[in-house]
């Protein structure tokens, strides 16, 4: 019979996990439930395998529109000495983070599905953890959370607590980070549902703001008021946030993509290399794209680093009857 898309989610996980990889479930996710012509909209952050069938949803990709893909040649080198510990600092602080702001948000009566806190919300519930903090600080200001801190630690930073040391750990920045990059994919699914491009493009640049390599990690009591106040008409998915993932070349292959005519660009994957998209409403307007960033950037190659997609089905068996 046929395996269980939770069954199968679980053991690309898990191969990936025995390759060395501690991957979560958003890229075996998109490939399982992936349908040609439309785009997906599911649950991934959370790990509830079982849950995730039930959050699936998809709307029919707009017609014409198109994505211009390219790939920046810039080799990720997240492990790379001096990188791995400052690559990870923002992805530890939100993993402390949100369980701490999961129980607040209980106590205070409100749902623990943090997808679901407004602005207001938000904002008000980083105030219960620091700016900043060493992991000692951490397990005494929490000590009902040792455990998690702890296995957080070991989990993200190489060499554990040993190789962290008495680095403080930017709490705030990277969850802003986080609860708004799951704001602005919530948006853009229902952006795009209703066909306002221009929105879904303004979301993938701040979402990509979001990453900036100087992006501001430790937000005060006093940045979370000013954020309250200037994004109170517009929500959360416009707060970009802080997790920086981003590079230079980046930068500039996205800039280079605006002035050609996307509705917006943003980064893709995790980031410090890698490729970026851009979102064009028109297929002539994303080959005329595809010409201009070829000529500005000549170390690009055509269909190899450069090239336009729509999307496609994410997975299908392979039939290998024929050669064996």
């Not at 709307?59 to 920046?72: F, K, L, R």
């Not at 519930?125 to 702890?150: C, D, G, M, N, Y």
Request: charged share 25%; aromatic share 4%.
């Amino acid at each position: 019979g046929a395996i269980s898309p939770v069954l199968e989610l679980r053991s690309a996980q898990r191969v990936e996990h025995l390759a060395g990889v501690r991957s979560g479930l958003m890229d075996q996710g998109s490939m399982i439930f992936g349908v040609r012509d439309a785009i997906l909209h599911g649950r991934f952050y959370d790990l509830k395998m079982q849950e995730i069938p039930e959050t699936i949803q998809t709307c029919a990709w707009p017609s014409g529109c198109t994505v211009v893909v390219v790939n920046s040649r810039v080799t990720r080198e997240l492990a790379a000495a001096g990188n791995a510990v400052l690559y990870a600092l923002p992805r530890l602080g939100c993993a402390i983070a949100m369980p701490i702001l999961r129980d607040e948000a209980k106590q205070r009566g409100l749902t623990e599905d943090a997808v679901s806190w407004d602005l207001k919300e938000a904002l008000s519930l980083l105030k219960v953890v620091p700016a900043s903090a060493t992991v000692e600080e951490l397990l005494k200001a929490f000590p009902q959370r040792t455990e998690e801190i702890l296995a957080a630690v070991q989990r993200f930073i190489p060499g554990g607590r040993e190789g962290l040391g008495d680095t403080a750990i930017p709490l705030r920045g990277s969850t802003i980070f986080t609860l708004a990059e799951s704001a602005r994919a919530k948006d853009f699914f229902s952006s795009l549902k209703a066909g306002d491009l221009k929105r879904c493009g303004r979301l993938m640049d701040v979402g990509h703001e979001g990453d900036a390599v100087d992006g501001e990690l430790h937000i005060s009591d006093d940045d979370l008021d000013a954020l309250a106040k200037r994004h109170a008409h517009e929500g959360l998915c416009f707060i970009p946030g802080a997790f920086r993932a981003g590079h230079p070349r980046l930068d500039d292959l996205c800039a280079a993509l605006r002035a050609a005519g996307a509705e917006g660009a943003s980064l893709t994957g995790a980031g410090r290399g890698g490729c970026v998209l851009g979102l064009f409403s028109t297929e002539a307007r994303a080959a005329e794209a595809l010409e201009a960033l070829l000529k500005g950037f000549h170390d690009l190659r055509r269909d190899l680093d450069v090239f336009t997609a729509i999307p496609i089905k994410g997975r299908s068996l392979l039939d290998l009857s024929a050669v064996l």
